[in-house]
């Protein structure tokens, strides 16, 4: 990666990160994606109530009420054509995007979602915490990383909270049931191997991992789904697969984030050395939703419009998995 002195600032939050890579594609890449943390206590029962999160969403159509005005006014004066037609009235959005999803119909009503919003605010504060190894069934790795962060000092760690509560928001409000792993940014951890534990103790339907990477070239975005490990990840590979298709399918049509043109194969990695996706007894998966060192990635990701879409498409994308079992 080019020369970090620059961003002093920066540099510090992203040190440990070095290479930038917030999963790290490669096993040299110790840290990132995962993280969990000291106690299961972190498990937050997400009870929002579905508005809470809601806002900076596109809007739903205006309204609909308001009929076009003129129609029982003949014209007066041929002359003068009605006023409105060439302002159509306005017209109901396609798809309001943030219109609630009715319970009965969400097919998510009693269902159980983890979500992993990875690393954590202060992590780059406690090193040691976050640079003991932890079993991952396979082998060893970092408890956690900082994870990466923008060019002007955007923490992924920020990002990955944020977009994890609007997406909880959106989840609880259609009836199912959300366990995060962390529900601040401002301590440390989980512990990778703690924040698979949450999402099985949970009996999570599903599991999803939030992150945003930091490499030093290209953009876009790809969803990561484990190798079939026996007697690790054999069981939940397959259905794994499935989510990482349906995730990523939603993603790329709720943000139009490009797939990613530096990391796997039509936006989809498949690894064996991440500890959240390792020690998973649910079907799971992590999404880079972006690159956070691209400065076009960046800038939407720093966009809280954009934030809720993703949000938005991640809920699409678990509920066509959760629909299509
Ligand atoms: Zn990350």
């Keep these: 990666m080019g020369s970090s ?5 920066v540099v510090l939050l992203v040190a440990v990160v070095a290479a930038g890579a917030c999963t790290g594609a490669s096993q040299r890449r110790t840290a990132s994606a995962e993280s969990p943390s ?18 900076p969403t596109p809007t739903a159509a205006p309204a609909p009420t308001k009929p076009a005005p003129a129609p029982t006014k003949a014209a ?16 109901p959005a396609m798809s309001p995007p943030s219109a609630p999803i009715p319970v009965a119909a969400s097919g998510l009503a009693g269902r159980v979602v983890a979500i ?23 082998g060893t790795k970092a408890c956690d990383t900082t994870g990466t962060a923008a060019r002007d000092g955007y923490t992924e760690a920020a990002y990955n909270l944020d977009v994890a509560q609007r997406l909880a928001s959106l989840l609880t409000g259609a009836g199912a049931r959300v366990v ?9 951890g989980p512990c990778i191997d703690e924040r698979a534990a949450i999402g099985n103790g949970a009996h999570a339907d599903v599991a999803i991992s939030i992150h945003a990477d930091g490499s030093t070239t290209g953009r876009g975005f790809h969803v990561i789904y484990p190798v079939s490990l026996p007697g690790l990840t054999d069981a939940i590979a397959g259905p794994s697969q499935r989510l990482a298709v349906d995730i990523r399918d939603a993603y790329a049509a709720g943000t139009g984030m490009p797939y990613s043109n530096y990391i796997g194969r039509a936006a989809l990695d498949q690894r064996g050395d991440l500890g959240g996706l390792n020690l998973s007894r649910v079907p799971k998966v992590f999404i880079e939703t972006g690159n956070l060192h691209d400065n076009t990635d960046a800038a939407l990701l720093e966009d809280p419009g954009f934030r809720q879409r993703a949000a938005q498409s991640l809920l699409a994308g678990l509920q066509a998995f959760l629909g299509g079992r």
Excluded: C, F
Excluded at 43 to 55: E, G, H, K, R, W
Excluded at 128 to 134: G, P, S, Y
Excluded at 180 to 188: A, E, F, S, V, Y
């Design 5 to 9: 002195a620059r961003r002093a600032a």
């Design 76 to 91: 007066p004066a041929p002359a003068k054509p009605a006023p409105a037609p060439a302002k159509p009235a306005p017209k």
């Design 116 to 138: 992993d919003p990875g690393h954590n605010g202060q992590n780059y504060a406690h090193t040691a915490e976050i640079n003991r190894l932890v079993d991952i069934g396979n």
């Design 180 to 188: 995060l792993t962390r529900t601040d940014n401002n301590g440390w």
């Design 38 to 55: 000291p106690a299961a206590s972190v498990t937050a029962t997400v009870s929002a109530s579905p508005t809470s999160i809601s806002s």
